[in-house]
């Protein structure tokens, strides 16, 4: 069983093409004893995107990597027997220099970040970006925050868009549009989320946010489609084009990308930015294509931070 790159969206095997021409980075996949997890970490390796380093149950990886097809010694496997061990292993792994990124395996979201948080933070916050490719609309979509952040703050808001803004404008996307989204498009203080996307709006304008048109309060749909914004009277240079959608809060988020994948036919690769190395968080359930492609997203923003 292999991933077929034609099966991978276009504008996605761009990313997965432009990550193939920098040297593969050593990567801890944590928790790595579940098929998918395997092969996605291995195509990502044949790719040379990544040189994966298996932390787990050896027990049960072993025969995992059999039944895929690849020689049980062809990547280093590290013992760990619980979800928190392996955690803190892939931790202590970047920490001495032997792992330049971390992907999730099999386990927990707040099991593997746990360790990060505590260990592997800088001066910007952590927050995660989904890369949507819908067979619907004419560009990539970034969705933030799905994954880490639960009930920010404006403050805490305009940390992750930047972390957004600054992911697309790596990947391609010279200025990207942004729509603040929340219920509906206007104002209403019993909507804190309606405030908090005026504010950004602002912010931008007054260079608090950089390198960004950010409009909000809007919708879903005065976001995605211009012409759902003209029958409401809506005039913005976001609705119809918009590049990064920034979710009110982590509940909204994550039902917006998972409604995407699972009714619109996106794929999506999911990653980490702010610690001190790219995080590949694909949820449990996404197959290899979509490990795949953040894994080169990975790749990319180390080469990036590293001066590649």
Known sequence: MTINLNDVPRRMRQIVDTAGDLPPIPMAVVDAGEQYVLLGAHEAAQSGLINPILIGQRNNIGPLLKDLGIPPDAYPIIEAGSDQAAAETGVQQVLEGKALGLMKGWIHTDIL??????????????????????????????VTDAAINIAPDLLAKAEILQNAVDLARLLGVGLPKVAALSAIEVVKPAIASTIDAACLSKMAERKQIHHAVVDGPLAFDNAISRDAAQVKGIESPVAGDVDILLAPDLNAGNILAKDLEYLAGATIAGIVVGARVPIVLPSRSDPPAARLVSAAIAAIVHAHWNGG
Do not use: D, I, N, Q
């Not at 001066?123 to 560009?139: A, I, Q, T």
């Open 113 to 142: 970040m746990h360790p990060v948080l505590a260990h592997l933070r800088t001066g910007r916050r952590v927050s995660h970006v989904f890369v949507v490719e819908l067979p619907s609309y004419h560009k990539l979509l970034f």
